[in-house]
């Protein structure tokens, strides 16, 4: 399995308050990005990175920020968490975009907003 | 914009059939395509990969094959297991942008 870990694997926040999720790898992919999964909406991209301090906006990034410091880590920020924030997060990697190379997912982060 | 359908949305199926998922896609122009199962509770694990410029990748009992003109592939699983029982989504990439996904067929294999 690619070295992909999400912290935490839960968390349950109240409305208003902020959220950080980290993404961590070991494979020294230069591109990452964040997803999230909802029943009748499938996977649906928020942000994603191709360098360090080198990120773009996704389909749903409205809410959320994201931060690359460091090759290896990629954060997620929910500024001021909502209900309809409610959802499981994923992050993946690729050691190239749209070219020959399969994206790695993370196990997930199950976040509650309530 | 890509969009990516995926028909049946659950699909269920006796133990030793061979089975065919469907993936279809609005933009025929894409830079590859690829196929991914996911468990309950996991994140997506990839199957197969086909470049634009191929029409078709194996994996042991998995076959994959792309038809971009009609904008459409298919995964095919032979002699079905009730270990294949998952989620399968396909997702396109037109290049530089990043991953389209369909929203997955959720498959039971019945022993």
């Known amino acids: 399995d690619a070295g992909i870990t999400q912290s935490p694997r839960h968390k349950v926040t109240e409305t208003g308050t902020p959220v950080t999720l980290r993404c961590h790898q070991t494979?020294?992919?230069?591109?990452m990005y964040w997803y999230r999964q909802d029943p009748g909406h499938g996977l649906r991209l928020i942000h994603y990175?191709?360098?360090?301090?080198?990120?773009d906006k996704g389909e749903v990034s409205d809410g959320y920020s994201v931060s690359r410091s460091k090759t290896e880590d990629f954060l997620l920020t929910l500024e001021s968490a909502t209900s309809s924030q409610t959802s499981v997060y994923f992050c993946a990697i690729s050691s190239d975009r749209g070219d020959n190379s399969p994206l790695h997912f993370g196990n997930g982060t199950r976040l509650t907003v309530t | 914009k890509q969009e990516v359908t995926q028909i049946p949305a659950a699909l269920s199926v006796p133990e030793g059939e061979n089975l065919v998922l469907n993936c279809s896609f609005t933009?025929?122009?894409?830079?590859?395509l690829q196929w991914f199962r996911q468990d309950p509770g996991k994140g997506l694990t990839s199957l197969l990969l086909?470049?634009?410029?191929?029409r078709e990748q194996t994996s042991g009992r998995l076959n994959a094959s792309l038809d971009k003109s009609s904008g459409r592939s298919t995964l095919y699983i032979a002699a079905s297991q009730p270990g294949d029982s998952a989620t399968y989504l396909c997702a396109v990439s037109t290049g530089n942008t990043p991953l389209v996904f369909g929203k997955g067929t959720r498959l039971s294999v019945i022993a």
């Open positions: 933009d025929s122009a894409i830079y590859n």
């Open positions: 990175s191709y360098g360090v301090k080198d990120t």
């Open positions: 494979e020294n992919h230069r591109y």
């Open positions: 086909i470049q634009s410029s191929q």
